[in-house]
Every structure is written in C-alpha cells, then in structure tokens.
C-alpha cells in the first residue's frame, strides 16, 4: 500500500502531470528515450561482439571500450532521465506492467553483469587485451547481448500495454 500511495504522491506531482496531460512533452520525451536508447544498445553491442570475437578482433579491447564506453555512460544518462520522466507521469499505470517489470529486472541484470564483468573479466586484461577473450568474458558479452535485446523488446512492448 505504501508503494501505490508513494508513486501517487510522484504522478500527481507537477512535472508529470504536464508531462502526462501534454500532447507533445510525453512523445517528445519518449523520443529522447529511444534516441538514447539507440545509442546505448549500439555501443554496447559494439563491445559485446568484440568480446565474442565478431567483430574488431584486431583492435585491443581496452582501446575499443575506452572508445565506446564514455558514449554509453552519456547516452545511458540521457535514456534514464527520460526514462524516469516517462515513468513518473504514469507511475501507477507502469508499476503494475510486467512488460515494464521485465525492462527493470533485465536493466538490473545488465548492470549485475557489467559490475561482475568488470570484477572478473577484465582481472587478467594485460593478457588477452589484444587476443581473444577468455569464456568469462565472452560470457558476459553473450549476456549482455540477450539481456540487452530483452530490454530493447520489452520496452516496445510497455507501448503495447499500457
């Protein structure tokens, strides 16, 4: 109960009051979100296949995340402010999707494998830098491709059902 009363409290707030009674604020919003969105996967993708060893296989990986990742983290910024814009102005209507529950949980996966990928995969970085991945790291390129592609499509499916 606390949680419904809570994420009333959020949607009957100005901002996302605006937000929802607009004809323009929420699809401009919305568009900012894929936009960045776009971005994010891309980058991510980028860095997932080398891990696999699709693609750029003779480019060392550090030069290619160093690349890439700041592009991520940029994006990553902007989709969640939108996000949570979008969000706060049907918080009630959101919280009971599970299109959108299965977004958040696979948004909390993605992040559990980067942070467990950046703990183990990239221990022993000097050694396959320039050579092929270790099973640890192709690993966690090959999930966060799935989880990624999970994200993307549950996200397009929150449009469908709410």
Not at 115 to 121: I, K, P, R, S
Not at 127 to 134: C, G, L
Request: hydrophobic fraction near 55%.
């Amino acid at each position: 109960m606390a949680v419904e009363s809570t994420l009333s409290w959020l949607q009957d707030l100005r901002l996302p009051t605006e937000i929802r009674e607009s004809l323009w604020m929420f699809p401009t919003i919305e568009t900012v979100h894929v936009f960045a969105l776009v971005l994010v996967v891309g980058s991510i993708m980028t860095v997932d296949l080398r891990l696999l060893g699709f693609t750029n296989r003779d480019r060392p990986f550090s030069e290619l995340a160093a690349e890439m990742l700041p592009w991520t983290w940029l994006a990553f910024s902007f989709a969640a402010i939108a996000g949570l814009l979008m969000f706060s102005s049907k918080a009630l209507i959101y919280y009971g999707n599970i299109p959108f529950r299965l977004k958040m949980c696979c948004l909390l996966f993605a992040g559990i494998n980067m942070l467990l990928f950046h703990w183990v995969g990239v221990r022993h970085l000097h050694i396959w830098d320039k050579a092929r991945p270790p099973w640890s790291a192709k690993l966690a390129g090959g999930a966060s491709l799935v989880l990624w592609t999970a994200i993307v499509a549950a996200g397009r499916w929150i449009g469908f059902t709410t």
